[in-house]
């Protein structure tokens, strides 16, 4: 039987996912952000909580897992690398780790820049990457304790991941990732049908997030500073990507 899956806006912006596979009872959680919107779709799934997947420390990410262990009692999963600073972490997990959660498995990468102990999660079989705020949906984050050429070599990490790869992130922040990306990559014929889609999906309230690898490749981009038309719109044909990325990164600062 498939996975299920269960997108959870939470706070302003951010997004929870929930897996449920049912021929094992397994109940995943990525990110816990919140606990009351988690607990309603729980309970409108009728589905009891069993892990819980951390990405990184930050308070949106983590501020529910108290009260939902509390509630279910859940193993809770998160990075090695500042599990000192995320509650009530059972499992502590580092690059090259695999996460079994029921029959599901999950492979893990260290993608410092965003915080230094940041992770992601990836689903081979299921197709799924979590990604947290490492990399979002024509965008990626902020890098608050590593600098940009580390989040660049993060993101080589997952870059090639097979295109039918569905990107979860953890924010709706696509329309404004969107209006900068055209700025950055203005002859993109792909980017600017994507970013009408966005638009469009945005005025109509639905969310952006799953999108797909595929997709990310060919119009986020911060995953293309090693493409000419990228590195000729920021002025710096040429130059090393690490160099294009930091320039993109530095822009979107201050877009
Ligand atoms: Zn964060």
Known sequence: MA?????????????AVILHEADTNTTVLIDAPEAAPIEKALDASGWKLTHMLITHKH?????GIAPLKKKYGATVIGPRGEANEIPMIDTKVAEGDVVS????????????????GH??????KEKLLFAGDTLFALGCGRCFERPPATLWESILKIRDLPGDTRLYCGHEYTLSNAKFSVTVDPKNAALKKRF????????????????????????????????????????????????????????KNSF
Not at 59 to 63: K, L, N, P, T
Not at 101 to 116: I, L, Q, R, S
Not at 210 to 228: A, C, I, K, Q, Y
């Open 59 to 63: 308070g949106d990410h983590v501020e």
């Open 119 to 124: 992770i992601v999660f990836w689903f081979e």
């Open 101 to 116: 959660v029921g029959n599901m498995k999950a492979k893990v990468f260290e993608t410092p820049g965003h915080t230094a």
């Open 196 to 251: 009408a889609e966005i638009e469009k999906a945005r005025a109509e309230g639905r969310p952006t997030v799953p999108s797909l690898m595929s997709v990310e490749r060919e119009t986020n981009p911060f995953l293309r500073p090693d493409h000419p038309d990228v590195a000729e719109a920021v002025g710096m044909r040429g130059a090393d990507p690490a160099a294009v990325f930091t320039e993109l990164r530095e822009r």
């Open 3 to 15: 996975v299920e899956i269960r997108l959870v806006p939470c706070l302003s912006d951010n997004y």
